[in-house]
């Protein structure tokens, strides 16, 4: 099994195969969906997709996931064109990578695996880091056995646990304790972001969610003429960024969030908590998402999910479908109708890198807090503002 520490080889483009398996819960087009992402994510890690293979299994071998018949088949391409690495789309439990591992003789990871190593990579921030760190030692500390078998021999002496400890048990015992200092240093930051949240508690908030790579950032940067890192790839930032705006004399703050993903693993939604604090707490959601993407409707089902879990689901929410320019217009008709027969939401339709229909948005978000800050602050309206100018 890889530690998740490992970087992936520099030198080089690692080859992968991806491994995916569909049954009447999980039909095969939605899996083949699936293994899509799982194609952008593991490009995103830095590795180049070789292969993907499939297998309809009604029920999971809990040895292997797979039949044997399709692992050997999978390990004679592996053996044949020197594969570095196979990502499976489901998550392995700590048996199952130990036995694939000796099949394949190869690095083996699963989707929550390969998110981890995206999240270690691109997390900036003390928080972020911190919550990364986190979420890769809760994931590891079930799967340490196996990784000491050139180390099974028994130790013990003077200022050890005592005659009969093995090195594993050394190594989780060093885990479980960074895991304890790493809550606490959590819990440190979340009572300094608290007071930051706090002071800035009169203030009308917006907070940009959407699923990863539904085009947040860009908004971002359209909207507030900031610099906020923009990159079209899976997980570009993770770090939450807050910058005010004032339209019309009237303030508010607007965030940016770490994008959400389906499957996103279970430890990461705990960790992060904090960090999307800033969504949970906001007034107003603006849910971006990618109107090109063939599975868009998927995404947003995954989000108002997420932000469910998070207890953000009865915000003011507006959905802001991004990235038009890349459809028709008779396309892009065709969603408007579809859209406004099926839902009874607010929406608008953009275009945030070519800044197509911006002032909709602008009209419909400063509707939205303006209404807000008459019902909180009756008087600053009736003042027009003034009060409250930058």
């Not at 699936?34 to 830095?46: C, K, N, R, S, V």
């Not at 390969?114 to 079930?142: G, K, N």
């Not at 960074?178 to 009572?191: A, N, P, R, V």
């Not at 065709?334 to 229909?357: D, G, I, Q």
């Amino acid at each position: 099994m890889v530690h998740l520490d490992e970087k992936l080889d520099k030198t080089g483009i690692e080859k992968a195969v991806l491994v995916g398996v569909w049954n009447r819960k999980n039909p095969e087009e939605k899996v083949r969906d699936y293994l899509d992402e799982l194609t952008l994510l593991t490009e995103t890690a830095g590795a180049q997709t070789m292969k993907i293979f499939m297998q309809k299994v009604e029920k999971l071998n809990s040895a292997t996931l797979l039949g044997s018949g399709k692992l050997e088949e999978i390990k004679a391409y592996v053996d044949e064109e020197k594969i570095d690495l196979v990502v499976f789309d489901e998550d392995l439990s700590p048996s199952q990578v130990r036995n694939i591992d000796k099949i394949l003789n190869v690095k083996v990871l699963d989707r929550s695996g390969i998110i981890l190593h995206i999240f270690s990579e691109r997390a900036r921030t003390a928080q972020a880091r911190a919550q990364v760190d986190l979420a890769q030692l809760q994931y590891m500390l079930p799967r340490l056995t196996g990784l000491w078998t050139h180390l099974s021999k028994q130790k013990g002496g003077i200022g050890l646990k005592g005659a009969g400890e093995k090195e594993i048990e050394t190594d989780r015992r060093i885990i479980r304790d960074k895991i304890s200092l790493l809550k606490k240093q959590l819990e440190k930051i979340d009572k300094q972001n608290a007071t930051r949240r706090k002071d800035r508690a009169e203030m009308i908030r917006v907070s940009l969610v959407g699923y990863t790579n539904a085009g947040k950032s860009t908004l971002m940067n359209t909207l507030a003429k900031s610099d906020v890192f923009a990159e079209d790839k899976l997980f570009a930032t993770l770090d939450t960024t807050v910058r005010k705006l004032v339209w019309e004399n009237i303030p508010f703050l607007i965030s940016d969030t770490v994008g959400f993903i389906r499957k996103l693993p279970h430890g990461l939604i705990e960790c992060f908590k904090s960090t999307l604090d800033e969504a949970r707490e906001s007034d107003i959601l603006l849910h971006v998402v990618d109107l090109s993407h063939p599975g868009f409707q998927d995404q947003i089902r995954t989000v108002n999910e997420t932000l469910s879990e998070l207890g953000a689901n009865q915000k003011s929410t507006l959905v802001v479908f991004n990235k038009i320019d890349r459809l028709s217009p008779e396309e892009l008709a065709e969603m408007k109708e579809s859209y406004m027969k099926k839902e009874n939401m607010p929406a608008v339709f953009v275009s945030a890198a070519n800044r197509l229909n911006l002032e909709e948005l602008r009209e419909h978000l400063l509707e939205e807090v303006k209404q807000m800050y008459s019902v909180r602050y009756p008087f600053a309206a009736h003042q027009g503002w003034s009060q409250y100018k930058e």
